[in-house]
């Protein structure tokens, strides 16, 4: 959601605190800010409504520098997008606060601090947090022992960067719930909350874990456990570089994104597969152990990742023969759920710090449901921590808000945790020999699928240009395809689209169909073919248009009323994630088409860090 960037160091911070923002901008926000402890030791702070170039132009008239400071862009939660709401907040001019996160008591504490004298500019809960910490340093506390005890009075999850007029060149970090980072560079230590904010400054970072408060100069830092212990966390090396956060020759990230999914797909399959078997010890060392006691798998994720475990219940029922549940994270810690003995509890994320689905995983734990596996693509995230076995994506940085490779590589490995579950349950070894082979031709079969782009782009300027609502329809594991296909158009077009199993047309959604709503179908040569195209004919019956991603091998062609664009024919165990290919391309360019904000579509965040 929000994003952190803060420095101390030797040389004026504000260039390095708007690079850090500017790399941030993918996550999704409404405003920005900064503020510096400037030369004179004042807090000096600029905020604006908008991009980051907007709180550029803002410097640009109104320089601010100094050697230590702070900076956030902000996704509006309490309170409206504005500049009073915007970060830093500070407080009577002595101390300023960045944070990331939900303040639950922030009600409770407003009352309180409104009776002690302080004063609110903004609806953000954010505001108690630097009235609370300005209430301790009042009371003769540093800043460090202000911000720990600060802390202790929250309810909630945060990240926090914290500054103070008072201590110049002295930064505060603490977290709880939401991800934070300390980078390492000659002469300077920062903070973000994703590496991403500081890879141009260095490849060296501490992870904070939940709990800790760090304390942070240019010259050193001390990191303090829950119980205020001075601890040592281990400097990691990133493997993301400059290159992977730039576009390249690509119009917008998710194109780019939806292009290096071949090799997202390579890399996630490199070192997993050896001959004709997929390798346990990918999972984890105790993955063996594990997986004998697996009765069953429960799912939990949000948005696209639910999409891809709806496809995984999918393989894991029809291929390895174990029961499946997929549950919506943000309704599965409500719900009361019946717990089964001896499920393997998946959560897929592909940042690691979803909020609704940590909670979930945490949920499932208390309530006894088993040993948990995180199918992720950031190895320092909570949820990897949290988790007994992890299966890292390999799908690298992914900066366009609409998940494209993510979802992708989620789906390979959901399919190689399929054939290792598979094993125990009946599954033969020609059966896996064949699935490995199939998953093996996966990065050509989404090659083959990419050259669809160029007709893909004439479709989109025929039939959507004008289109306000879209259907899309699917059977079997390929109804979550169209979920996810929907999901992709209505997030970057703001075309409103819908998914429904193609069988279900007759019990309602063929009341909506005419000649104004496309209806985009995905047609992969399996044995629900023909009651597909019964289905297809219902809409063609009622005036509907029709377009159809056919395996060419089905013979569809193009008619009046129906536009079929053929792709090269694919294995059914495979066919979800190649079809799933052609439905980003014309979301994506339907989106062009429109001209909206493609990477950051409004109202919506990469990292989903609150409930």
């Not at 303040?103 to 407003?110: K, P, R, V």
């Not at 948005?303 to 475990?309: F, R």
């Not at 894991?316 to 549940?325: D, F, K, N, R, T």
């Not at 064949?434 to 007709?455: D, F, H, I, M, Y």
């Amino acid at each position: 959601m929000c994003g952190i960037v803060g420095a101390a160091a030797q040389r004026d911070v504000t260039p390095v605190l708007l690079d850090g923002l500017r790399r941030l901008e993918y996550r999704g926000y409404d405003s920005a800010g900064v503020a510096v402890q400037t030369a004179g030791a004042l807090l000096e702070r600029v905020r604006t409504v908008g991009k980051v170039a907007e709180l550029e132009h803002a410097l640009d008239k109104t320089p601010v520098s100094g050697l230590t400071g702070i900076a956030h862009t902000r996704w509006a939660t309490h309170g409206e997008p504005s500049e009073q709401n915007a970060h830093p907040h500070i407080c009577h001019e002595r101390v300023a606060l960045v944070h990331n996160g939900i303040i639950e008591n922030h009600d409770a504490l407003h009352v309180q601090q409104e009776q002690a004298g302080y004063r609110f500019t903004s609806q953000t809960d954010t505001e108690v947090i630097v009235h609370q910490v300005h209430f301790y340093l009042d009371q003769g506390k540093d800043l460090l022992a202000a911000v720990t005890a600060a802390v202790n009075d929250l309810e909630g999850a945060f990240a926090l960067g914290v500054i103070s007029k008072d201590e110049p060149g002295r930064l505060i970090a603490a977290r709880r719930g939401s991800p934070l980072v300390i980078g390492l560079a000659d002469g300077e230590i920062l903070i973000a909350s994703d590496v991403a904010a500081l890879i141009a400054q260095t490849d060296s970072f501490v992870f904070l874990e939940d709990g800790d408060v760090a304390d942070i100069t240019r010259d050193g830092m001390t990191v303090y456990d829950q119980a205020g212990r001075p601890v040592e966390r281990p400097v990691k090396q990133s493997r993301v570089t400059v290159d992977a956060t730039d576009k390249g020759d690509f119009a917008h990230f998710m194109l780019k994104e939806i292009f290096e999914q071949p090799r997202a797909i390579a890399d996630t399959l490199e070192g997993r597969i050896s001959g004709n078997r997929v390798l346990e010890a990918a999972f984890g060392t105790d993955a063996g152990n594990i997986f004998d006691q697996v009765a069953g798998v429960h799912i939990i994720a949000c948005g696209t990742s639910y999409h891809a475990g709806m496809i995984g219940r999918y393989w894991l029922e029809s291929l390895a023969g174990i029961p499946c549940s997929v549950e919506v994270a943000s309704e599965f810690r409500y719900r009361h759920p019946v717990v089964r003995n001896n499920s393997l509890i998946v959560t897929l994320s592909q940042s690691g710090e979803t909020a609704d689905t940590l909670a979930g995983l945490r949920e499932a734990r208390r309530l006894g449901f088993g040993r948990a596996l995180s199918i992720c693509n950031v190895p320092e995230s909570s949820l990897v921590r949290e988790s007994d076995l992890v299966l890292m994506t390999h799908a690298g940085p992914e900066i366009g808000v609409a998940s494209t490779k993510a979802f992708t590589t989620q789906l390979v490995s959901m399919l190689l945790l399929t054939i290792v579950l598979g094993r125990r349950h009946g599954m033969s070894e020609e059966t896996e020999t064949c699935l490995v082979n199939e998953l093996r031709s996966v990065p050509g079969k989404v090659e083959s699928a990419l050259t669809l782009n160029e007709q893909i782009i004439t479709l989109a300027r025929e039939h959507f240009a004008d289109k306000h609502n879209a259907l899309f329809l699917g059977r079997g594991a390929q109804f979550p395809v169209a979920m996810e296909g929907a999901l992709k158009l209505k997030e970057i077009s703001y075309i409103h689209a819908e998914a429904y199993p193609a069988g279900e047309l007759k019990h309602g959604p063929l009341a909506l169909v005419d000649a104004n709503m496309p209806v985009i179908a995905v047609a992969p040569n399996n044995e629900l073919l023909e009651k597909l195209k019964s289905n297809l004919q219902e809409v063609r019956a009622r005036g509907g248009e029709l377009i159809v991603f056919a395996d060419a091998k089905v013979g569809m062609i193009s008619s009046p009323g129906v536009t079929v664009l053929p792709v090269a024919p694919v294995e059914d165990s495979i066919a979800p994630i190649i079809f799933s290919v052609p439905l980003q391309l014309l979301a994506y360019h339907v989106a062009a088409l429109k001209g909206t904000d493609i990477d950051q579509p409004r109202n919506l965040a990469k990292s989903v860090t609150v409930e």
